[in-house]
């Protein structure tokens, strides 16, 4: 079957606009989580939706950033009036766990590298 | 706060040789660590998962190991391959959240013919 993936996959934006990442999770996963990593660095979390739980939030860097996740599947993750520091690859990772149950792998789409000039 | 670390310097190795790539983390152990490999421009694949009850794991030429002692998960890749370069990223659930979890920068790997 598909894998996740995210769209677009490259995004150039200027200082001061808003941007919306796309990403469309493995049918049937409940949990959905995205990162950001910026050059040579490791994946820094921002967002987790599980199921139809409240999303846990505490690794977005500021109120300029939000996502949501439609009908338990398609997210979006939206960066409002983006900074430079913005630039990244953003990836989308969905995962079948359920509850505190899992342990299950997170399997990534490919990323979206934003460059904000 | 918990935190995994990685040899943020590249490993470079001989074809035929066995790489070892280290994973330390702190506070607690966590119940499960999991190793992802990812190359240039894409995102990490999933490789191998290992409870904090088992000491060892393997996957055809991989090996993980998993020291509560230590605070630390060994991550081998026997008769190394030139397709085996890549970055590894080690990886633990965050406390109270089996789902949600904390990478490590990453180590990589360059296997030289």
């Known amino acids: 079957g598909a894998g996740v993936s995210q769209s677009p996959s490259n995004k150039v934006t200027e200082k001061g606009k808003d941007v919306e990442l796309r990403c469309d999770p493995i049918?049937?996963?409940?949990?959905l989580y995205w990162y950001r990593q910026s050059l040579g660095q490791g994946l820094e979390f921002l967002i987790y939706?599980?199921?139809?739980?409240?999303?846990?939030k505490s690794g977005l860097p500021s109120d300029r950033f939000s996502a949501e996740r439609t009908g338990g599947s398609v997210s979006t993750l939206t960066i409002q009036r983006t900074q430079q520091e913005d630039s990244a690859v953003y990836l989308c990772?969905?995962?079948?766990?359920?509850?505190?149950?899992?342990?299950?792998?997170?399997?990534f789409g490919p990323g979206t590298r934003l460059t904000v000039l | 706060s918990q935190k995994i670390e990685q040899n943020s310097e590249a490993l470079n190795i001989q074809e035929g040789k066995t790489a070892t790539l280290t994973c330390n983390y702190t506070?607690?152990?966590?119940?499960?660590l999991q190793w992802y490999r990812q190359d240039p421009g894409r995102g990490p694949v999933f490789l191998l998962l290992i409870r904090e009850n088992e000491k060892e794991k393997r996957k055809e030429r991989l090996k993980v190991t998993f020291d509560t002692t230590l605070k630390q998960s060994l991550f081998h890749i026997t008769a190394s391959q030139p397709a085996d370069s890549a970055t590894y990223l080690c990886?633990?659930?965050?406390?109270?959240?089996?789902?949600?979890?904390?990478f490590g920068a990453g180590t990589r790997l360059a296997v030289h013919p």
């Open positions: 506070n607690y152990s966590p119940a499960y």
């Open positions: 990886a633990r659930p965050v406390s109270g959240g089996y789902n949600k979890l904390i």
């Open positions: 049918s049937g996963h409940t949990a």
């Open positions: 939706f599980q199921g139809n739980s409240a999303p846990d």
């Open positions: 990772a969905s995962s079948s766990s359920s509850g505190t149950s899992g342990y299950n792998e997170q399997f």
